[in-house]
């Protein structure tokens, strides 16, 4: 019991001589910011600091799409020969330049004997017709023959001249002029001639084949006309409009990239939920070729925006920053909202930030925040 007593006297004289401790006055270091870093000339020198006010620059999205080069109907001929027959000659190959006018072909039958035979045939009778034509007609005119006999001759002159029109149009199918056809010149052989400019995609025939008129005997391209064809999901066709600017870039030469433009968007959605989209070259590369497959970026939307560096912006935790300049040594940790990303530069969404009036660090700005970190640990 007494020393329960004593034990709690103790207790009860260490709280009484005990004073209160007066609360320490907060240091110049303690208020500088944990934001704020500070550096020396020489820091700033050596380790390539480099500040510079944020760029007003036009930015746009863009869609990565893929496609191959197409070539439109009107660029595509096939030919084929109108009567039939044998093809005697040919040179062509897949690949092969052509020119328009050039012979590709020789074909023989005696079926374009007997149409030439014909005609030079109904042109005597036409010649005769006509006389007789002319001969009873001044005889009706003096009432020396009947009507109907004018009429008879006057009937069979109109039907031959339809007979002899008919045949010339015939001849002119194959190439062989009307006008100059005569008794002596009378061929079994026609050429066949290119109608455009460009070159073999396909040769469907051999020499001595006999073809039919429905058959195609070779295939033509004319490649002034190539255009990129990109397909483009159902969710993004809609975003895609005539005249936007495309890049594209082809398989053998990837680190090339060439400019085209919208000029097409399909309205319909096959069965694979994707479109066509078209789109014409501003300069054609001279090693396009029908069917290559390309990649394509399409710039869909072209905004005013005030843009940095992407290594201006740096990353810590799950935000991102720059390091606005407050004075020649010091430099700000700011908290941004990026936007639109393209060609190295990064869009920054000005808001309350004043971002185009202060200068920022736009290189080594991670070593900054390195340092600003490792001193705060």
Known sequence: MPYRIILSFLIFGLFACTEPVDKQEPTEEDTTSPEIVTLTSQQITNGGIVTAVPLSQKLSTELSVNGSIDVPPQNIVSISFPFGGYLKNTQLLPGMRVSKGEVIGLMEDQSLVQIQQDYLMAVARQNYLKQDYERQKTLQENNVNSAKTFQQVESEYASQKVLVSGLAQKLKMIHVNPSSLNESNISSTVPIYSPINGFVSGVNVNIGKFVNP??????????????????????????????QQVKVSLVDEPGKEYLCEVILVTRNVSENRTGIVHCHFEQMPKTLLPGMFLNAKIHLTVTNALTVPEEAVVRYGNKEYVFQEQSKTDFKLVPVQTGLRQNGHVQLIDS?????????????????????????D
């Open 214 to 243: 429905t058959d195609v005997l070779f295939e033509l391209i004319n490649p002034e006309d190539m255009h990129a064809a990109l397909v483009v999901f159902e969710k993004d066709i809609a975003k895609v409009q005539k005249g």
């Open 352 to 376: 309350a930030n004043t971002f185009s009036q202060k200068p920022i660090i736009v290189k080594n700005a991670y070593s900054i925040l390195s340092k600003m970190k490792n001193t705060g």
